[in-house]
């Protein structure tokens, strides 16, 4: 069981490159989170996916977009990347009538 | 909009003794409350969850729920150098039980 996965660990992007951040969880769990970490902040919550193809907006969803392509994979794609951008983004899943979550080992993005 | 408020520390705590971390909250409709441990680098990883109002118990770790007063706290007892790390209080409310997270506390545990 690994729990959840994501690729890339590290990234390097030039301003107005677009990417797409990869995260996969093999728990078997419905809902689905991308999450953001700045330094000295909390975790920031982008979009979420309750269930296989419904998505939605958390806190912080501009410049990003979501894709839940099926009930493993939740990708976050940045289409034009700008450096407030760089940050380290988790991505979490839940089990249904269970709320904690469980995050993976994250992806250490910056943009130049 | 929801916040959750931890003091940043650092807060340094002895080997053996006990460290209190503590987190307010301003959603009184909040229902669920979470501690995270967060390495330096490394991602969160669940260490308590609390849903009703007391005390609950696992091992060194007693959260402690008070939603009158809105706040809740985590005590880790025989504190251990490993203990060292960031904590994040977590509420749930953030849509689809997405959470909301403080800014964590940074303890340090001294040999």
């Known amino acids: 069981n690994a729990g959840v996965t994501q690729t890339p660990k590290f990234q390097v992007l030039k301003t107005g490159q677009s990417m797409t951040l990869q995260c996969a969880q093999d728990?078997?769990?419905?809902?689905m989170y991308w999450y953001r970490q700045d330094p000295g902040m909390g975790l920031r919550l982008i979009y979420y996916?309750?269930?296989?193809?419904?998505?939605d907006k958390g806190e912080v969803p501009n410049g990003y977009n979501v894709s839940r392509l099926n009930k493993r994979e939740f990708s976050l794609r940045l289409e034009s990347a700008a450096p407030s951008q760089t940050s380290v983004y988790f991505c979490?899943?839940?089990?249904?009538?269970?709320?904690?979550?469980?995050f993976g080992p994250g992806t250490r993005l910056t943009v130049l | 909009q929801k916040e959750v408020e931890q003091n940043s520390g650092p807060l340094s705590v002895p080997e053996g003794a006990i460290a209190s971390l503590n987190c307010t909250y301003s959603?009184?409709?909040?229902?669920?409350f979470f501690w995270y441990r967060q390495y330096s680098g490394k991602s969160p990883e669940l260490i308590m969850f609390?849903?009703?109002?007391g005390d609950k118990e696992d091992g060194r770790f007693t959260a402690q729920l008070n939603k009158a007063s809105q706040y809740v706290s985590l005590l880790i007892r025989d504190s251990q150098p490993s203990d060292s790390a960031t904590y994040l209080c977590?509420?749930?409310?953030?849509?689809?039980?997405?959470?909301?997270f403080g800014k964590g506390t940074h303890l340090i545990i001294q040999p």
């Open positions: 979490a899943s839940r089990d249904r009538g269970w709320y904690e979550q469980f």
């Open positions: 728990m078997n769990h419905n809902s």
């Open positions: 996916s309750a269930s296989e193809g419904t998505t």
């Open positions: 959603d009184r409709g909040s229902q669920s």
């Open positions: 609390i849903y009703s109002n």
């Open positions: 977590a509420v749930r409310g953030g849509g689809a039980d997405g959470l909301t």
